[in-house]
């Protein structure tokens, strides 16, 4: 029993000296956080500003009106970008970027002025866009239906992709690709797609985009040919995004990117195709 009484007295000891501590943390000023991509399909330019906020404000970021907003090109085109009711600085008219020419997106914003440029690097058009059926046992991939492209790289230049895939006008998750990935890139240029039931008898499996699809749906997918630097900016920008909290997080920290003067985001030219197709029944 009196070891019973010194236990909790203990703990009310210990209940007493608990005491509520506020960390202070530190916050920068704000910053201005630039969003842009233009590319070779023809459709208006877009810019987006917003302001930065602290890492821990949840809150919807507040997007900037008074700024001007003009992408140069050495083709010669000068366009200024209007302030719409989307909180978007777009273009008049839809535009589009030449293979091998550099644009420059200049923003002159609370008396600073903001540039990134970039040059359009060659694409090419998807040779194939198909579906097919993973039966089971095919490794760690769930047997069903999947698309896959096939489509060429430019052996003159190192490539970097982004694919948009949209099944039934929703976006899957975007996937990040590069000729670094050789056999197993999604665009599978080792794979016969005209013959993908003997392919497929040899064990070669075309690497497809990460999700089953079913007779009848609708596909779309986009491909953008982008630069070594946004491309490694999307890697970052997903290591971030991607936090759980844990201890083996890396620390918090904004992804390099192209903008002058202390400017976040990116602003990216990129080269655009995109296919589409419905699943056959």
């Not at 007493?16 to 630039?34: F, G, M, Q, T």
């Not at 590069?178 to 890139?185: A, Q, T």
Request: glycine share 6%; proline share 5%.
């Amino acid at each position: 029993m009196r070891k019973l009484i010194y236990l909790i007295v203990a703990s009310l000891a210990f209940a007493a000296c608990e005491k509520i501590v506020e960390v202070d943390l530190p916050s920068e000023e704000n910053r201005l956080v630039i969003e842009g991509q233009i590319t070779s399909t023809k459709e208006p330019w877009k810019v987006r500003l917003t302001s930065s906020q602290p890492y821990f404000n949840q809150n919807e970021a507040t997007t900037i009106s008074n700024a001007i907003v003009r992408i140069t090109g050495t083709d010669g085109q000068d366009i200024l970008l209007s302030h719409t009711d989307t909180g978007m600085f777009v273009s008049d008219d839809s535009l589009t970027c030449t293979v091998g020419e550099s644009y420059t997106l200049n923003v002159s914003y609370d008396g600073q002025s903001y540039e990134a440029t970039e040059e359009l690097n060659q694409g090419f058009d998807f040779d194939t866009l198909a579906t097919y059926f993973l039966p089971d046992n095919n490794g760690f991939i769930q047997s069903g239906y999947y698309v896959f492209i096939q489509g060429k790289e430019n052996p003159e230049t190192g490539d970097y992709y982004l694919f948009n895939a949209y099944k039934n006008d929703t976006l899957q998750s975007p996937q990040l690709d590069s000729d670094e990935f050789g056999s197993v890139s999604y665009l599978n240029e080792n794979f016969d797609a005209k013959n993908i039931i003997a392919e497929l008898a040899l064990g070669k499996t075309p690497r497809p985009f990460p999700f089953t699809v079913e007779p009848g749906d609708s596909i779309r997918v986009e491909q953008f040919v982008i630069s070594r630097a946004y491309y490694q900016f999307l890697i970052d920008l997903s290591i971030q995004q991607g936090r759980s909290g844990s201890p083996f997080d890396s620390p918090p920290a904004n992804p390099n990117n192209n903008l002058s003067n202390g400017a976040l985001g990116f602003f990216s030219v990129a080269h655009k195709v995109s296919e589409e197709m419905v699943v056959p029944e």
